[in-house]
């Protein structure tokens, strides 16, 4: 990929700053997550046959062309996990990587169409749990689980939200979500199972508006009566829909280098996340699948500030996560008397 808009240099002690600067992470995907290394190993490990013959050559094949190139990509390395110790091992390992940039706690798509046939709903359930109990006994870190239905396989919707709500009396799950390709399937298709999970006391969220426009995110918001809305950067294009988000303050999982890498934003350009805050849409930072775009969330921060955010909108942003998350809200003060000891060191 070509190198990402900049127009400002940083010093080192933002950059420390923003690598130590305690953290909330609200959009990432736990297969994303999951680097081209450990994806080799899997693959050797559960005898799953990837088209490459070298690990350099799988690690080549993460430039991605477009879109559906990063689809089939992720579809691949998806298709490597198999066993329940594959899921306890990638959370323990995502939650080691988290901790070392202080992020406290994430909440973490999983992508259940694809899990759901390969191992027992109830194994993958205990295995999520295991490694997260682990990975926050270990780092300190802590995770709660949003499962996702693929919108091009809506007919597993019903059994990932059983699957969620299996999960959620566990209290490892909290949500519902939906993700992959939204051109050809509008959110109006999954109203239905939307409105059962949101009956069931689950949380809701959707991608929406990377690869379709605002109808996408209309559709989203209306339809399915998404939380929160993941990417949600081309609301810009139309004027009602930025007065609507700045009304309601429905926050947006803005995720700069992902955009970049998947082309949804010119890499030549500022990305649009400085004109969505500037038109008061509330906006979160975060990675979505950190090492498929060569990234982690620090890394989003430092981005931001080599395109002319200062710390405190920095900050604002750190804040506006905590904010946003599905936290109970004693849990949210606790952080935030935390976080504002850090602050005032900072200054
Ligand atoms: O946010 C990125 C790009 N947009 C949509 N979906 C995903 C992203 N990263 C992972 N996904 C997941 C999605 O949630 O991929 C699956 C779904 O579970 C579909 S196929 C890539
Ligand atoms: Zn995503």
């Not at 359930?125 to 006994?137: M, P, S, V």
Request: charge should be negative.
């Amino acid at each position: 990929m070509q190198s990402i808009y900049t127009n400002t240099t940083i010093s080192d002690e933002l950059a420390s700053r923003l690598h130590a600067m305690p953290k909330i992470e609200l959009h990432v995907h736990l297969e994303g997550a999951t680097d081209a290394t450990t994806i080799w190993e899997l693959a050797a490990r559960n005898k799953v046959a990837l088209p490459a013959t070298t690990l350099e050559e799988w690690q080549s094949m993460y430039a991605f062309r477009d879109f559906n190139h990063f689809v089939e990509i992720y579809m691949l390395a998806a298709d490597c996990m198999r066993t329940p110790e594959d899921f306890t091992f990638m959370t323990v390992q995502f939650l080691q990587q988290q901790a070392t940039q202080n992020i406290q706690y994430c909440e973490v798509f999983l992508s259940a169409t694809f899990m759901l046939d390969k191992l027992p709903a109830d194994e993958l359930i205990d295995a999520l749990i295991e490694g997260a109990q682990r990975g926050e006994k270990q780092y300190g870190t802590c995770v709660r689980f949003i499962p996702d239905f693929t919108r091009e396989l809506p007919d597993s919707r019903y059994r990932v939200l059983d699957f969620v709500l299996q999960g959620q009396a566990k209290g490892i799950f909290i949500g519902l979500g939906v993700g992959g390709k939204e051109v050809g399937f509008p959110p109006e298709l999954f109203e239905d199972v939307f409105a059962e999970a949101r009956r069931q006391g689950l949380r809701v969220v959707a991608h929406a508006g990377e690869t379709e426009g605002a109808q996408s995110i209309w559709g989203a918001l209306h339809s399915l009566r998404a939380e929160r809305i993941g990417h949600g950067v081309r609301a810009l294009e139309d004027l009602q829909l930025i007065d609507y988000l700045r009304q309601t303050q429905i926050p947006l999982e803005v995720s700069p280098s992902s955009n970049y890498c998947l082309k949804v934003v010119p890499t030549d350009q500022p990305h649009p996340i400085r004109a969505l805050m500037d038109q008061g849409v509330y906006v979160t930072v975060n990675t979505d699948d950190p090492p498929m775009f060569s990234t982690d969330l620090t890394n989003e921060y430092q981005l931001l500030a080599r395109q002319g955010f200062s710390w405190e909108e920095l900050w604002q942003l750190n804040l506006n996560a905590l904010h946003a998350s599905f936290l109970p809200d004693e849990t949210k003060r606790v952080y935030l008397a935390q976080w504002q000891d850090f602050a005032a060191q900072a200054e």
